[in-house]
């Protein structure tokens, strides 16, 4: 499966924005995406995952309640709506897939990945 992410750009503070991930080659019900993000001088950290029967969604501490991760498998597409942003929130963010991730909120788990997109919250 190739993953294409975009939707990224510059927000105020409180502000939102939705990034999507677009899924070519394989059906995106076929897997179970994550969003991950990364800062400057910093590791990927997960955000957000949506498993591949779309039955459950998992979520970092910090965006719990600001951010939704959703999909529309009739368009191959998953989706993550940010709202109430943060300047913390900052960070290129990554759509990664895998078939079945053993720790859905670490990196090496997911064999698929997009190019970045990236989002800047400004105070």
């Known amino acids: 499966v190739q993953l294409q992410a975009s939707g990224g750009g510059l927000v105020q503070a409180g502000g939102s924005l939705r990034l999507s991930c677009a899924a070519s080659g394989r059906t995106v019900s076929d897997y179970a995406v994550a969003w991950f993000r990364q800062a400057p001088g910093k590791e990927h950290e997960f955000v957000a995952a949506i498993s591949w029967s779309g039955d459950s969604t998992y979520y970092e501490d910090s965006v719990k309640g600001r951010f939704t991760i959703s999909r529309d498998s009739a368009k191959n597409m998953v989706y993550l709506q940010m709202n109430v942003l943060k300047p913390e929130d900052t960070a290129v963010y990554y759509c990664?897939?895998?078939?079945?991730?053993?720790?859905?909120?670490?990196?090496?788990?997911?064999?698929?990945w997009g190019q970045g997109t990236l989002v800047t919250v400004s105070s």
């Open positions: 990664a897939a895998d078939e079945r991730p053993g720790r859905v909120g670490v990196p090496h788990e997911y064999d698929y």
